[in-house]
């Protein structure tokens, strides 16, 4: 039996021909995410506002007996049109009017309204409507802000072409949580371990270290020019990686947090200026704290003095609220330059405090050392 004529059955044998769009509905709609890769699998129901409720019950009762929904899992039948029945999830079922969006009814509305009841008469306003010209990852984001799992993906006209279903969010997240993990790692694979050919991934990841080695390689220019200060004060050289090691690990805190922030929408450009506020508040305190465990370390070495302890240690605070405030600035400017924020996060942040953490220990050490 034909979907149309299965639907001849269910609303006695007629179709309601409002317009010509509105036979071919009730209709599956392909999830958003496999709409680009041409995949006939159905994730969800459009029905016409012409229908009344029971119209809708009837069609989805008779739908669910057609064999290429009525597969159970495991019988190699359920990836044909989602399994089990005539969609994926009937949480959300689209209404249109002449293929435009209307709204959208859940099925509880359809249990618990009377059969004769005009579908327009219970139908909901969609939250968030997304383009089919929007950005996945904008759509997304702003589903995520309603707390939505569901949501039409329409065009210019209003049409409804697919929708977008947990199962996108999922794969986006993904695509995401992958894309930042390589920039802030600098392996610059976006794809399976097993998957990326071994020249790709040593290609994006030299080139990757190569900028890098020549960035860190100031630090010699930098050292050399105060090496007669460090020959009579050694203590500068044997603290020299754990102040920047410190502080490049207190900027990448703060730049984590802020990354995260602007992700999640929390952190936008009206707050940005809070937010770095509130990093460099944090960061001074966490100095102080960081300032007294490295007086009392640099102290017990053999061979230091009190001035050489007090220059490390304020050096050390010092390139701590700068790495701070550097990891929470950088972010916010290359979201507002329309560049993605990670690609500011570790190793470029870490590369650029360990030489700027070289600068301010020597500057600082030549100034109050001799």
Known sequence: M???ANLREGVGGQLRRDCPVELIAPCAVPSASLVEHN????????????FLVGDVVDFITRMSKLERYNGRPGDGREAEGGGGGPCRSLERIF?????????????????????????????????????????????????????LNYAPVVTEDEVVVGIITPSDMLKEMEMEATDDVSRYSGSGSTESFFGTPILQLVTARASWLV????????????????SALIERHLVIALFLTMLTGTAGNAGNQSSAMVIRGIATGEINRKNGWKAVVREVKAAL????????????????????????????????????????????????VMDRLGVDPANCASPALSTLVDVGGVLVLCALSSAMLG
Do not use: N, W
């Open 2 to 4: 034909t979907l149309e």
């Open 39 to 50: 995949v006939l699998r159905e994730e969800g129901l459009v029905v016409p506002a012409s």
């Open 95 to 147: 209404v249109t009017d002449c293929g435009r969006l209307v709204g959208y009814v859940t099925s509880m509305d359809l249990l618990v309204q009377d059969r004769a009841a005009p579908l327009l008469s219970i139908v909901r306003s969609c939250e968030v409507v997304v383009r089919d010209s929007d950005e996945y990852d904008d759509a997304i984001g702003a589903m995520r802000a309603k707390r």
């Open 211 to 226: 900028s890098l080695l020549m960035l860190q390689s100031l630090s010699s220019i930098i050292l050399t020019h105060f």
């Open 285 to 332: 305190l966490m100095s102080a704290l960081l300032a007294v465990a490295a007086f009392l370390r640099v102290y017990i070495t053999p061979g230091s003095t009190v001035m050489s302890t007090v220059a490390v240690t304020l050096a050390l605070s010092v390139t701590v609220v700068g790495a701070c405030a550097f990891g929470t600035v950088a972010p916010l």
